[in-house]
């Protein structure tokens, strides 16, 4: 928040703010329109800084949407239901979603499911296997994980259990 003393800061000032926000990490146009909302800015002056950002690829939803996807899979661990709902939140389009949902690969996704229900097997508490198993695949949709998916691993992965 700017102190009270604090002169206001010209276009070419919120410019180089803008462009290390943007390379700080990636950027969907919806978080930089809103972060440019912030400045006591003309609206031209803004117009002209969100043009200059996405013409010289500062902001490129398609990059962010493919890193969004890829950090939230390895990283944080949720499935696609959670993160197609997040990337929506972000107004990114439905196309560019189920491209970048599409890259996944399906071998990497299944294992990273099953090491999270190894996971959490550890730590449910269940007084038989149908509630341990229907507390591990509440817990795994709740990460956005497919219910089918889901209970296929459930099933065919015996030691989760």
């Known amino acids: 928040m700017p ?13 180089d703010k ?16 809103d972060k440019l909302r912030s400045f006591d800015i003309t609206q031209e002056a803004k117009d002209t800084i969100m043009a200059y950002l996405l013409d010289n690829r500062f902001v490129d939803n398609e990059r962010f949407t ?11 661990g949720w499935g696609v239901n959670k993160i197609r709902f997040h990337l929506m939140q972000k107004g990114i389009d439905k196309d560019m979603i189920e491209e970048a949902l599409g890259q996944t690969d399906e071998e990497v996704y299944r294992q990273r499911l099953i090491d ?4 959490k097997s550890k730590t449910v508490k269940a007084e038989n296997d149908f509630e341990k198993k229907r507390k ?9 994980f497919e219910g089918s998916l889901v209970w296929e691993v459930l099933k065919s992965e015996a030691n989760l259990v």
């Open 66 to 76: 493919r890193s969004f996807v890829r950090g939230k899979v390895n990283q944080s």
């Open 3 to 15: 102190k009270k003393n604090d002169k206001p800061l010209t276009p070419d000032q919120v410019l």
């Open 18 to 33: 803008m462009a290390k926000y943007c390379a700080y990490q990636e950027r969907c146009v919806k978080d930089v329109t």
């Open 136 to 144: 591990l695949a509440a817990y795994a949709m709740q990460k956005g």
């Open 116 to 119: 999270i229900l190894k996971a």
